[in-house]
């Protein structure tokens, strides 16, 4: 079955430090990869996506490029805030979006950012 | 607009009774997603509508956890004879046609 393996953390930084969270994966076939972001006190909101392999996805300064050879979709920002708080999910899909079989996600990655 | 919501936020409920628990979607989303999440197991995949039917429901942790959807709209989970370890965050989100998926806030349920 699919699976996704991230780095658990908690990950602590200083602001303006550069941020790298692995995730790899497992699956059959060509899956979409997302990474999504929880913040303190709210619900889970789509941060990025990438559907095939070597689209990179970004928004706000994160971007992460789907690695077929290597199975990996690595999130990276060149310069934290302390409003980058959260905890993030890496996660895929068999389908686009999701489809018939949900989201397969990692455990989650802590990141704090100190001022 | 309005996006998912999730009713009630918190729920408290003494071991072996009966939780609803209520998700309304995006309006006009077709497909509709209950997920949880707990500190051991992480986010995991309950089950999916899409309309009113839910093609599979092995995701469901037990015979206990049912769910429907009515009218393509509300879905309501229902935990019967609960148990301390079903004490967790359930999610809901919902999509159009299966494309990106907007959850909800989350209902927080405390089994003592």
């Known amino acids: 079955g699919n699976s996704v393996t991230q780095m658990e953390g908690p990950v602590t930084l200083s602001e303006e430090a550069f941020l790298t969270i692995n995730c790899t994966y497992t699956?059959?076939?060509?899956?979409?990869l997302f990474w999504y972001v929880q913040y303190p006190g709210e619900g889970l909101q789509l941060l990025l996506k990438a559907t095939k392999a070597d689209d990179k996805g970004s928004n706000k300064g994160f971007e992460a490029t789907y690695r077929k050879e290597t199975t990996s979709f690595h999130l990276e920002k060149g310069s934290v805030q302390v409003s980058d708080s959260a905890v993030y999910f890496c996660a895929l899909s068999d389908r686009p979006g999701g489809g018939a079989d949900g989201l397969t996600f990692g455990k989650g990655t802590h990141l704090i950012i100190q001022p | 607009g309005a996006g998912v919501s999730q009713s009630p936020s918190n729920k408290v409920t003494e071991k072996g009774k009966d939780v609803e628990l209520r998700c309304d979607p995006i309006?006009?989303?077709?497909?509709l997603y209950w997920y949880r999440q707990s500190l051991g197991q992480g986010l995991e995949f309950l089950i999916y509508?899409?309309?009113?039917?839910?093609?599979?429901k092995s995701g469901l942790p037990s015979d206990r956890f049912s769910a429907e959807r009515t009218g393509g709209s509300v879905s309501t989970l229902t935990i019967q004879r609960t148990q301390q370890e079903d004490s967790a965050v359930y999610l809901c989100?919902?999509?159009?046609?299966?494309?990106?998926?907007?959850f909800g806030p989350g209902t927080r349920l405390t089994v003592t």
């Open positions: 989100a919902s999509s159009l046609y299966g494309n990106e998926q907007y």
């Open positions: 509508f899409q309309g009113n039917s839910a093609p599979d």
């Open positions: 699956a059959t076939g060509y899956p979409s």
């Open positions: 309006s006009g989303h077709t497909a």
